[in-house]
């Protein structure tokens, strides 16, 4: 795919996030997304304060924290989809590959950052439309059914709907409906998947798909998933980032926050204190 | 628009288990059973008069049978009834009337909906609100007075210079007419469009714009593609109520058609509608033969927006079966 054979840039990090990376991991990582000294408003209330952390290429990163702490309204800031939302702002710097992600067109930065959301959102059209649906609007030159056949590859659920590809997208099941919304982010060929709780409305074997799922596409896409779900972010992600009223507390390596938790708090929130 | 298919709520398994004493002191059944009357009245207020309509017209229907529905000739004197006219001029001017308002009423819900801040869009609902409440012989004065005298002056004039050459626009501007009285039913039905199709607009899940959105669609894009057409079913809906409005309305067509039971195909010729011809005769029809044939235009009336409303539900099946993400009606 696109994304694996495209060059990692490296990035300059801000000092926090490179010297913790760069400790834990000899080589330098390349990041595909930085994100520094990130504050964040809704109207008034700021929800985010002073967050800068590296999202690295070809990596699952995931962001963990109590409800409330702003770890969704972070992953909405990297594809910009906090702007459907009025009166929300931001100050500080997001890049993509090396770019401020604020000033390229919203439309193109969506296509290369793409999104499955907390409860799995098909369309109300067949299951090939709905995979299609982003090669279409974005005018792809590919074969369309050559596309969305990989696609539903990638996401592990062409077995299960080769044969029924028009039926419609709302007669599977819900764990095959989250797979699906994988399958129509992928269709564009993202560089980065953002995940928003993904599991939070499936049982538990769709769950264990997903998380199967995830560690496999790490190898096409750079994914960073929100989950409340503690033993997810270990069993799937590289590296960790856990969040406390709209602070960064902690952000490394996934083994590392979850053995030898380097703050307090972490170490209270993990061992199930409070949260 | 959900249709609610009213499925009487059956005893189930937990009301099963108790004894219908015990049901009906806890209130359950009770609730059932008055609730149950209420819906049933419907049916029951829709059979009388489809039962009064029909044997109120015996004499009509077995002096002119099917001859009812395809003659023209409506002459009170010798006693002839046909009701083609004026199920020409129904049909007619609600077509005009939906042709006009479903293309502007929809485009102003999608503004105020998906685009106008949620300031305006509540203001203008409330505006949009009252127009629905004006009352009809309201937008009859505004026709009589504004609208026909435009159109006599200067809209009729211009379509037959520019677009004489169809029959649709030939013969004199009176100023009165079919496209007039389409005019006024469509300023009639607009705030019902619009107003219906804003609500379930904005009930569309944030969810499916967001999904649209996610994939590198413009906002454009994911209004037309992704969020009017999960409303589907129910734009069709506010468009069905406008269309049962625009069949049935009375005071205003009256009072802008032109009251001549004529069929032609300019939409500048005056015409006759069913409701407009009951109104205007029905207190002073002396013949028992008048009445009737009267009232089997009631009738027809009745079976027109039956079959349309039909028709139009049968469209919504069979297009929405994959497509829409509510009402599946």
Redesign the interface.
């Known amino acids: 795919m696109q994304a694996s054979v495209r060059p990692a840039l490296s990035v300059n990090l801000p000092p926090i996030a490179t010297s913790a990376l760069a400790r834990e991991t000899p080589e330098a990582l390349a990041m595909r997304m930085t994100i520094s000294k990130l504050d964040f408003f809704y109207g008034p209330k700021q929800t985010l304060f002073d967050v800068s952390m590296g999202i690295a290429v070809n990596k699952v990163t995931s962001l963990i924290g109590p409800s409330g702490c702003g770890k969704s309204t972070l992953l909405r800031t990297l594809?910009r989809?906090y702007e459907?939302i009025?009166g929300a702002r931001l100050r500080g710097e997001i890049l993509l590959d090396g770019q401020s992600i604020l000033a390229q067109d919203v439309?193109?930065l969506?296509?290369r950052v793409?999104?499955v959301?907390?409860?799995p959102?098909?369309?109300?059209?067949?299951i090939f439309d709905n995979v299609a649906?982003?090669l279409k609007?974005?005018g792809s030159k590919l074969p369309i059914s050559d596309a969305v056949e990989k696609s539903l590859r990638h996401a592990a659920l062409w077995d299960e709907v080769k044969d029924h590809l028009h039926?419609?997208a709302y007669e599977l099941s819900g764990g095959q409906q989250q797979r699906l919304?994988i399958a129509?982010?992928l269709a564009?060929e993202p560089e980065v998947l953002l995940l928003d709780e993904p599991c939070s409305a499936l049982d538990p074997i769709s769950t264990a798909k997903i998380e199967e799922l995830l560690v496999q596409l790490k190898d096409i896409c750079t994914i960073t998933i929100v989950t409340h779900n503690m033993q997810q972010a270990a069993r799937v992600s590289d590296f960790t980032a856990f969040l406390l009223t709209g602070q960064l507390i902690e952000f490394s390596p996934t083994p590392q926050l979850f053995t030898t938790p380097g703050d307090p708090r972490t170490e209270a929130y993990i061992t199930g204190r409070f949260g | 628009m959900a249709t609610t298919t009213t499925i009487v709520p059956s005893a189930g398994p937990v009301a099963g288990s108790r004894s219908f004493l015990s049901r009906l002191r806890e209130g359950d059944e009770i609730a059932r059973m008055i609730t149950f009357l209420f819906a049933a009245s419907v049916v029951l207020v829709t059979v009388l008069l489809v039962f009064e309509l029909w044997q109120g017209s015996v004499l009509a229907r077995h002096k002119f049978g099917f001859n009812f529905f395809h003659t023209s000739v409506w002459d009170p004197i010798f006693e002839q009834f046909g009701a083609l006219p004026f199920i020409y001029g129904t049909l007619v001017t609600a077509a005009v009337a939906l042709l006009i308002a479903v293309p502007l009423g929809i485009g102003a819900a999608i503004f105020l909906a998906e685009l106008a801040p949620a300031r305006v869009s509540d203001t203008l609902e409330f505006f949009i609100d009252l127009l629905a409440a004006v009352p009809s012989v309201i937008y009859g004065v505004l026709g009589v007075f504004i609208v026909v005298p435009l159109m006599r002056q200067y809209v009729q004039p211009a379509l037959k210079h520019s677009l004489g050459f169809l029959p649709l626009f030939q013969g004199p501007a009176y100023g009165v007419g079919f496209l007039t009285a389409g005019i006024v039913l469509a300023i009639m039905v607009i705030p019902y469009i619009i107003s219906v199709s804003r609500e379930v607009l904005l009930s569309v899940p944030r969810d499916q714009r967001e999904a649209a959105l996610s994939l590198g669609a413009t906002r454009w894009e994911s209004t037309w593609k992704v969020v009017v057409p999960f409303a589907r079913a129910g734009i069709f809906g506010s468009i069905f109520l406008a269309l049962a409005r625009a069949l049935g309305e009375t005071m205003a067509v009256t009072m802008v058609i032109g009251n001549t039971p004529t069929i032609s195909a300019s939409l500048l010729s005056p015409g006759y509608s069913i409701a407009a011809v009951i109104a205007n005769e029905f207190t002073e029809a002396t013949g028992e033969l008048h009445t009737q044939s009267l009232i089997e235009l009631g009738l027809v009336l009745f079976l027109l927006t039956f079959l349309l409303n039909g028709f139009a539900r049968l469209l919504i099946v069979t297009t929405s079966r994959r497509g829409s993400g509510m009402g599946n009606v």
């Open positions: 594809n989809m459907t009025r439309t193109a969506r296509r793409g999104m959301f907390q409860r959102n098909p369309f109300p059209k067949s649906y982003g609007i974005n039926k419609s919304c129509r982010a564009v």
